[in-house]
Nanobody
């Protein structure tokens, strides 16, 4: 299984970026997909998740209204549209995949242990 994240970069505060994560080696339509991030000197934290069907999403409070997660089954890819970026969004962003069969309630979506596969991370830097 491979999760290849891309799209990171440096952007000014108030700007936008779109991250992509291409998945291979798994049956994409049976996996919940998530994005996490690790700010400099801090622990990795949950950002957002999307159900296997794409009909249900969940967001961390810090990104609600600014970030949008989506998925494309035809391309085996998940995306993270990030708008109104601020310096606090600076982090390495990771995509992750969890078998939907392991889902046991909404509380699991933000838990790193729920996710089996992880991408390598892509750096997002927001300058003030």
């Amino acid at each position: 299984v491979q999760l290849q994240a891309s799209g990171g970069g440096t952007v000014q505060a108030g700007g936008s970026l779109r991250l992509s994560c291409a998945a291979s080696g798994l049956t994409f339509g049976t996996y919940v997909m998530g994005w996490f991030r690790q700010p400099p000197g801090k622990e990795r934290e949950f950002v957002t998740s999307i159900s296997k069907s794409g009909q249900s999403t969940r967001y961390a409070d810090s990104v609600k209204g600014r970030f949008t997660i989506s998925r494309d089954g035809a391309r085996n890819s998940v995306y993270l549209e990030m708008n109104s970026l601020n310096p606090d969004d600076t982090a390495v962003y990771f995509c992750a995949a969890a078998s939907a069969a392991r889902y046991s309630g909404s509380h699991t979506l933000a838990a790193q242990a729920f996710y089996t596969f992880w991408g390598q991370g892509t750096q997002v830097t927001v300058s003030s």
